[in-house]
């Protein structure tokens, strides 16, 4: 059966460390333009998808369902079932990393260890810390060559965002444990820029990286202008172009004047004008 695929609007944008791919139907994309990438569904998706990420039902006991919906347990089956084309060579067995490399072992797990370690203490409890741990030191033990810490950085970093998905806030990065420095960002003799580990608290989802302090004046910031403006300069999006104060938007639509809303709450604040078909913003 060929169906015909409709194009979902999407938009991109950057929080912190991440690129975050948002489509208008509920999936988000979090990548940290390295190695990690997450998918986030809406709680419409649930039980509605299948593949090799699950089928987002609660349970992550059939989660290894094959595209001929058999449950099975091992790993190998389940994802050579999800091959696009039958000319796709069969996924083997991939060797323990850590006995292929043994001289890295004792490292990965010391390094590691501050998942299971008093670090993240307040965070066990909320995330059982195990298969993070586990898979620290087998990534940790496969990068052996150039950027070795980047594969340990990045299994520590998807703990502590599970971690701070759950409520636990961990500053757990420092100098010497996969610092992040966000001094490029602020000007010259300015300090505005810092490192929050948790993003900002209205972010959905909240991402670490660097964000700037914004005054109280000035408390919004702009993405695409990358400054603190106030509220009045932050724009407006409208399907998935974001528009600035001032700026014309282009409509097939006629009608004298349209109301910004947040959150289905009419504020009343005039938006648009009609000048010849298409509408200024004046107020955002």
């Known amino acids: 059966v060929l169906r015909q695929l409709k194009e979902i609007p999407y938009k991109i944008s950057t929080m912190g460390i991440y690129l975050v791919v948002e489509a208008n139907n509920g999936l988000i994309l979090i990548w940290d333009r390295k190695t990690s990438m997450f998918i986030k ?21 059939n989660d290894f369902t094959t595209r001929s919906h058999e449950v099975v347990i091992d790993s190998l089956t389940f994802g050579n079932s999800w091959k696009l084309s039958a000319s796709c060579p069969e996924a083997m067995l991939v060797q323990n990393p850590c006995s292929s490399n043994p001289y890295r072992q004792s490292w990965a797990q ?74 490029y960002y602020n000007s010259p003799g300015e300090c505005e820029w810092h490192y929050n580990p948790c993003g900002c608290s209205k972010q959905t989802p909240p991402l670490e990286g660097c964000y700037p302090k ?11 202008k990358m400054k603190c403006v106030t509220k009045e300069d932050c724009g407006c999006f409208v399907g998935e172009i974001q528009y600035s104060t001032g700026q014309e938007v282009p409509t097939t639509e006629t009608c004298q004047t349209w109301y ?7 504020f009343g604040h005039k938006m648009y004008h009609t000048i010849n078909h298409t509408f200024a913003m004046i107020n955002s």
Not at 41 to 61: H, R
Not at 214 to 224: H, I, K, L, R, S
Not at 260 to 266: D, H, K
């Open 110 to 183: 010391k390094q590691c260890s501050i998942i299971t370690g008093s670090v993240f203490s307040s965070c066990q409890s909320l995330v059982d810390p195990t298969s993070y741990y586990d898979a620290c030191v087998s990534d940790s033990c496969a990068c052996d060559s150039g950027g070795d810490c980047e594969c340990y950085c990045t299994a520590v970093a998807a703990y502590a965002a599970a971690c701070n998905e759950a409520g636990a806030c961990i500053h757990w990065r420092s100098p010497k444990i996969c610092p992040l420095f966000c001094d």
């Open 260 to 266: 910004l809303s947040y959150n289905f709450t009419s």
């Open 41 to 61: 569904l809406s709680p419409e998706f649930s039980g509605n998808v299948c593949g090799l990420c699950g089928n987002y039902d609660g349970n992550a006991n």
């Open 214 to 224: 914004c005054p109280a004046d000035q408390p919004y910031f702009n993405e695409d």
